[in-house]
């Protein structure tokens, strides 16, 4: 089914065709027909190997490469490259170390024989030959030549349907001072074009938001992408905002072409030989302002609720601080044992029924720090660290904590009650962070579901799928694997859920009555 659809994605796709990818996934299909008629025990086992050694796995081992080169990290990059090259020589990514080398000698200074390489790969009809000719606009500042050379490459449906031919071409649009044209055609591509990336959206609409001298939407989004874009782009981009806004950011970006990276330099130098033109009223059209509203509107809204992928300057304490506390508490389990019995009841383990524990209350919330082996707390580590710093983002450090500590007090307190009307067993035990975990996954789905009674959004809507097929495989995964408290899960999941819908419509009633009575 995967080769299929990535067989139809690639045939379908309006840029230059991807050949050696389309010869791959149909080399697959034929090969698993084969093997079905051939061989039906061992063709799942073929195909699946060959599937994941080559598609997923040099897929995977390239966006790495990508996040590394947004950090300026050229060495992993360049080794990142090379792996996915040997495992996919074809469709031009042999040509992708080659790339890298030369921003990496951009990077350190290396600039005559940075740009050799990169006029060499330019000439290249291919997605390297893009990339390469994007960087040497960039370093030159030729970005009319740039925007001549997309016209004539490429339809426009192929551009608006790109997100990397879009960024290049309403960059060049933007630093050409036609930001009527820059607008008009970022809504066309809004219109035409679901984004496969959130990293690559987010990229292209902070350009747009720069380039139009959107200060507050440009701070959101350089926040959204802090995790992979460096500190010193950022700031560029900021400082862009600004200039165009009409403010005086002659010293900022003075003070930043100290500590900016050399590839970065040549940029920040146009900005100060030839800053750009300031928007001025009247400039834009009404739908072309309304087209600017409505992102700031959406960068605004997303920002606020669409959390599971938003970057953040903000340090994950009390996630950590939880973390610290799961391994220091399973330290303590170590000397007798973490997986027995006994031990986990002497330090605080939940016994069903309770009745055989009169009076130990305290064991609703002990229980919920102990766990039966290291694979147990690893994957509620690994839970808490992936979902904690998204819900501590939105929320802050105080409501995430009341959040975790309620579901998971709540899911031991009433977990019993369930497993005594559901189970024949005379006495068992409970332990583990589970239940705390599961409700930051329902605080989460709350959250998303206020986000998106308060404004529908394409984004919200697929982060808010993406956490009900996560619980839907978890309760899956519950119902058939023994020693697994379901009960306790689902407790977690609703308190979190109840939570965060209770908490978040509260806001928005404040809200509205602060606005009746400003009104």
């Known amino acids: 089914m995967s080769c299929s659809l990535n067989l139809l994605y690639t ?13 791959i996934l149909l080399g697959l299909l034929v090969t698993g027909g084969i093997g079905l008629l051939t061989i ?6 073929v195909v699946g190997t060959a599937w994941l050694l080559l598609v997923i796995f040099p897929g995977l081992i390239q966006r ?3 996040r590394m080169i947004a950090r ?17 020589p074809l469709d031009g990514w042999r040509d992708h170390p080659e790339v890298i080398r030369a921003l990496q000698q951009l990077h350190a200074g290396q600039t005559e024989e940075a740009k050799a390489i990169l006029e060499k790969l330019g000439r290249l009809d291919t997605s390297v030959g893009r990339m390469a000719m994007m960087v040497e606009c960039q370093q030159t ?13 490429y339809p426009p449906n192929a551009i608006l349907r790109d ?31 679901h984004a496969s990336g959130r990293l690559s959206e987010c990229l292209v609409q902070l350009r747009v938001a720069a380039l139009c001298g959107l200060i507050p939407t440009t701070d959101l989004l350089a926040d959204v992408v802090s995790n992979s874009l460096p500190a010193d782009s950022q700031q560029f981009w900021r400082l862009t905002a600004r200039q165009v806004a009409g403010q005086d950011v002659h010293a ?6 100290t500590t900016a990276s050399a590839y970065l330099r040549p940029m920040i130098a146009s900005r100060l030989s030839a800053p750009l033109p300031t928007v001025t009223p009247g400039e834009l059209d009404a739908s072309a302002t309304r087209t600017l509203e409505e992102l700031s509107r959406t960068v605004a809204h997303e920002a606020r609720y669409a959390v599971m992928h938003a970057g953040s300057r903000q340090r994950p304490y009390a996630t950590w601080g939880i973390a610290i506390l799961l391994i220091g508490w399973f330290i303590r389990e170590i000397p007798g044992g973490s997986s027995d019995p006994l031990n986990l009841v002497t330090l605080g383990a939940l016994v069903i029924p309770t009745s055989e524990t009169p009076g130990e209350w305290w064991r609703m919330i002990t229980a919920g720090l102990l766990h039966f082996g290291p694979l147990h707390l690893t994957m509620n580590l690994v839970g808490l660290l992936y979902l904690g710093p998204r819900l501590e983002q939105a929320w802050g450090m105080w409501r995430m904590l009341t959040c975790i500590a309620v579901s998971s007090v709540t899911a031991m307190g009433l977990a019993p009650l369930i497993v005594t009307l559901t189970t024949d067993q005379p006495i068992a035990i409970l332990v583990g962070a589970s239940g705390g975990v599961m409700g930051l ?6 959250h998303l579901s206020v986000g998106w009674f308060r404004g529908r959004n394409r984004r919200i809507s697929r982060q808010l799928s993406t956490l009900l097929l996560l619980v839907g495989l978890q309760t899956f995964f519950d119902l058939t694997t023994p020693n697994v408290s379901f009960a306790c899960h689902l407790l977690g999941m609703l308190t979190g859920l109840s939570y965060a819908l209770m908490t978040g419509g509260l806001e928005i009633l404040i809200m509205r009555m602060r606005t009746h009575q400003s009104g």
């Open 72 to 88: 300026r990290r050229y060495g992993l990059a360049l080794w990142c490259a090379r792996v996915s090259s040997w495992l996919h």
């Open 252 to 257: 900022g970006f003075q003070k930043l072409e």
């Open 40 to 45: 039906p025990d061992l063709a799942g086992y």
């Open 11 to 23: 045939m379908r796709g309006l840029g230059r065709p991807q050949r050696g990818w389309q010869g």
């Open 163 to 193: 997100e990397n031919l879009l960024m290049m071409y309403l960059q060049s649009l933007g630093e050409l001072g036609r930001r009527q044209e820059l607008v008009d055609t970022y809504q066309l591509g809004a219109e035409v074009h």
């Open 141 to 153: 500042g030729g970005w009319e030549q740039l925007l001549s050379w997309l016209r004539r490459s």
């Open 441 to 446: 996954v329902g605080a989460l789905i709350g």
């Open 64 to 66: 790495l490469s990508s």
